[in-house]
């Protein structure tokens, strides 16, 4: 059957041709670890935010979204941004900013 897994049937020619073996288990390799958060990672991420501050261009967003101008925001941050889809994660990222703002007055 198509779903099961094809073995190799010894025979060197045919669909499941090649020399039966057996598949070892692997370690996982670092690179797949490759973008997760880890704890110290976000905890510094956290600090400089908080040292810092936002950039000029993130609270003109931040201004925006006040007023309810979502379109216009997703506009601006892909010009700044480069990419539709970096555009919606800071502009995601920006709105739970100001609704937290707004729920802590």
Do not use: Q, W
Not at 16 to 32: C, D, F, Q
Not at 43 to 62: D, I, S
């Amino acid at each position: 059957t198509p779903s099961a897994r094809m073995v190799a049937t010894g025979i060197a020619v045919g669909k499941n041709k090649g020399h039966v073996t057996t598949k070892r288990e692997l370690a996982p390799r670092p690179a797949s670890r490759k973008g997760r958060k880890s704890k110290h990672t976000t905890f510094v991420r956290k600090l400089v935010r908080e040292v810092t501050g936002y950039t000029p261009y993130e609270k003109r967003c931040m201004e925006l979204l006040k007023i309810g101008k979502e379109k216009r925001v997703l506009r601006f941050l892909n010009d700044r941004l480069g990419s539709i889809r970096r555009a919606k994660a800071k502009r995601e990222e920006l709105s739970e900013i100001v609704r937290t703002l707004r729920f802590a007055k």
